[in-house]
């Protein structure tokens, strides 16, 4: 079972206005966060200042607080009830190594925040729905299935179409024998993780092992998520392949890839306390308690990029 029956999550629909994050958008609408003294509102003066639509400056705000980089807190100077956006300590980190978001170990980080939001057509889309090879249509008739168990909100058929419509034009990328323009700015750069492959003879989707290699940080950052849900500081290797938000399901990582991953990073980090050890008949991955920006740092310290 995805979720305890007895516990309905409320879920968010639509903030996305329907348009997949583009080349360009965070960064630009963290730089504004942080450089402007009015910061980012999604209103008029800022899609003029950022050259974008109404409706799309609305969708900036929703990625920015999805992807993780920047998170709202209260902003009492413009109304008891009113908040604004901030850079996360994940945001600062990426304005510090990556404020263009040109690396892929970027765009990792913030495909692990979205898979785990919980109450999200994302985190449903990772964790919860199992089919591999799938059309759109019946991937939308599952989610509408999970919103009725699961849902403590309903939407409209169509509302939930929407949020699946925008996820998969986020993620799919194309097959082989399609051509792409490599100038097209509207292209999500959520594709070139290649977690879901569009066949276009067919028209269904496949998700798909990573073809790259996952930062090994992001998967570490996944596992200290997983050991913190339980207080722990030990994660099994069985609960990273099974459970809801562990590497297996977030990255679309096998239970050999997961093994090899954790010898890699007993090499690379254990003086920093990261080990593999047997309790019992089953392997754990003991794991500092750190934040994704406290990983994010550490790999680009790792691939000697740190500033």
């Not at 799309?56 to 908040?83: C, H, I, T, Y």
Request: charged share 25%.
């Amino acid at each position: 079972m995805s979720q305890a029956a007895d516990s309905k999550a409320r879920f968010e629909f639509g903030r996305h206005e329907t348009f997949a994050v583009r080349h360009g958008w965070l960064g630009k609408g963290m730089a504004r966060i942080e450089n402007t003294e009015e910061g980012f509102r999604a209103d008029l003066e800022t899609a003029d200042a950022l050259g974008i639509g109404s409706r799309m400056v609305k969708s900036l705000q929703f990625w920015l607080d999805a992807s993780g980089l920047a998170q709202f807190e209260k902003d009492p100077a413009n109304g008891a009830r009113a908040r604004r956006l901030v850079l996360s300590p994940l945001g600062r980190a990426v304005m510090r190594h990556d404020p263009y978001l040109e690396f892929p170990a970027t765009w990792w980080f913030i495909h692990l925040n979205l898979a785990c939001r919980e109450g999200s057509v994302w985190s449903w889309f990772f964790n919860d729905y199992r089919e591999r090879i799938f059309e759109r249509a019946v991937c939308v008739d599952a989610f509408c299935r999970h919103l009725k168990e699961y849902s403590s909100n309903q939407p409209t058929p169509d509302v939930a179409k929407r949020d699946v419509n925008c996820l998969l034009l986020a993620y799919s990328t194309a097959s082989a024998n399609e051509r792409i323009d490599p100038e097209d700015a509207t292209i999500c750069p959520l594709r070139d993780l290649a977690l879901v492959l569009r066949h276009s003879d067919t028209g269904r989707y496949e998700k798909t092992r990573p073809l790259d290699r996952v930062p090994l940080e992001a998967v570490l950052a996944c596992i200290s998520g997983l050991a913190s849900e339980t207080s722990s500081n030990s994660v099994p290797m069985g609960e990273m392949v099974r459970r809801r938000f562990g590497p297996a399901r977030v990255f679309g990582l096998s239970g050999d890839m997961i093994e090899e991953l954790a010898a890699t990073a007993e090499q690379t980090y254990g003086k920093a306390g990261l080990k593999v050890t047997l309790l019992g008949a089953e392997r754990h991955l003991s794991i500092p308690s750190h934040g994704p920006h406290e990983w994010y740092r550490r790999h680009f310290q790792r691939i000697g990029e740190d500033q």
